[in-house]
């Protein structure tokens, strides 16, 4: 059973549209994050938030933008898109379990395709 | 620079054999490392973790072993079943933040 949703699942659109990419938990977690994945490679974190009005561009750079106005909401969004954004974008929130490390529980992913 | 590295793409395994997945690493700031499992078209869903201050830690088939002094980690899954095939990624968790730092994943098969 998720409890982080990301939408949509998959969309495939034209380049210098403008996409959001929504993300909601539902378990009151303070850290959310956003990962890029292309196939074959590692999860690259383009963005993290660690709590309310609070966001930081990850080690990837990417020209996507996000905010964090609610604790549970964390959108994405790609003003104008590029083939180059063609990629998988999941995201994430965490909390410490009683081991002491930091759980991230991620959602489906959303792939895009921009042509 | 990655700093977490898994050099094997993929992996086959028989039904009920050992699987092991290797993992390396660089950064000796690590606090924790954790285990993943990716299935096509869904998010990573967490496996196991294991602090950096232990050197195994075991929950049902999945075991992991950290060795500090190689800067190595292992998972061993033990018996290995088909379901169990999908990408295991290893991360770990930086002292200094909460994202984590993942490799490239290994992709598992195993076959009946």
């Known amino acids: 059973e998720a409890d982080i949703y990301q939408t949509p699942r998959y969309l495939v659109i034209g380049t210098g549209k403008k996409i959001t990419l929504e993300c909601s938990q539902t378990?009151?977690?303070?850290?959310m994050y956003w990962y890029q994945q292309d196939p074959g490679m590692e999860l690259h974190l383009i963005h993290y938030?660690?709590?309310?009005?609070?966001?930081e561009k990850g080690d990837l750079s990417s020209e996507s933008t996000v905010s964090r106005i609610r604790t549970e909401h964390f959108p994405l969004t790609l003003e104008s898109a590029r083939p180059s954004h063609t990629s998988q974008y999941l995201c994430a929130s965490s909390e410490f379990r009683t081991s002491g490390a930091n759980v991230l529980t991620f959602g489906a992913g959303s792939r895009l395709t921009v042509l | 620079d990655q700093q977490v590295k898994q050099n094997s793409p993929s992996l086959s395994v028989q039904e009920g054999r050992i699987s092991i997945l290797n993992c390396d690493y660089t950064?000796?700031?690590?606090?924790?490392f954790l285990w993943y499992k990716k299935y096509p078209a869904e998010g990573p869903t967490f496996l196991i973790s294991i602090s950096s201050i232990k050197d195994k830690n075991e929950d049902g088939r999945f075991t992991v072993f950290l060795n500090k002094s190689a800067k190595h980690l292992s998972l061993h899954i033990v018996p290995s079943q088909p379901g169990d095939s999908a990408v295991y990624f290893c991360a770990a968790n930086p002292h200094s933040g909460y994202a984590l730092n993942f490799g490239k994943g290994t992709s598992l098969l195993v076959t009946p």
């Open positions: 950064n000796s700031m690590f606090d924790y």
């Open positions: 938030s660690y709590g309310v009005n609070s966001t």
């Open positions: 378990m009151g977690h303070d850290k």
